[in-house]
């Protein structure tokens, strides 16, 4: 900004001034539509890993972007603080809750329908974000889970 103040002193007319200011604007410009495409890009994906037939693995998801995993996984810390897996993880974790809550399915199958490869690493998830297992959450006991429940 003090390097355009001073082009803006420095400079002898007053259309060097508005060339100069008009340049600095669509530069500006430039980098908030790359900025909006990259949001609107992490919008489409997030779209898509929230698909409750979502299970696929990041690598594939890029590549129907036509972009690297990596620079997915960089855009995803930067606009949405937290990366692509733990994103897919909080979700898959969200949707197991919502049926453990209903109780009306067992572990096993709600670790499938949720994209678990078995019944442990379902678990596991669910310890690493309850601190309890899904047999022994008790949902009525929670007024926050209850809410998250009714959405």
Do not use: W
Not at 1 to 16: C, D, F, I, K, P
Not at 20 to 37: C, F, T, V
Not at 127 to 139: C, D, E, H, I, V
């Amino acid at each position: 900004m003090e390097q355009l103040r001073e082009r803006l002193v420095e400079a002898g007319s007053l259309r060097s001034r508005i060339d100069i200011l008009e340049a600095y604007l669509l530069q500006q410009l430039s980098l908030y539509e790359k900025r909006i495409g990259k949001v609107q890009l992490l919008n489409n994906v997030m779209q898509e890993l929230r698909q409750d037939d979502f299970f696929d693995n990041i690598d594939n998801v890029a590549a129907r972007y036509g972009i690297s995993s990596r620079y997915l996984q960089k855009i995803f810390i930067q606009y949405g603080g937290l990366t692509p897996n733990l994103f897919c993880k909080i979700n898959r974790f969200t949707k197991s809750l919502q049926l453990v809550a209903k109780k009306e399915s067992t572990l096993t199958s709600i670790a499938y329908q949720c994209g678990y490869f078995d019944q442990s690493h379902f678990i596991k998830d669910f310890r690493y974000f309850t601190g309890t297992t899904p047999s022994a959450l008790k949902p009525e006991s929670s007024s926050e889970l209850l809410a998250l429940l009714h959405n």
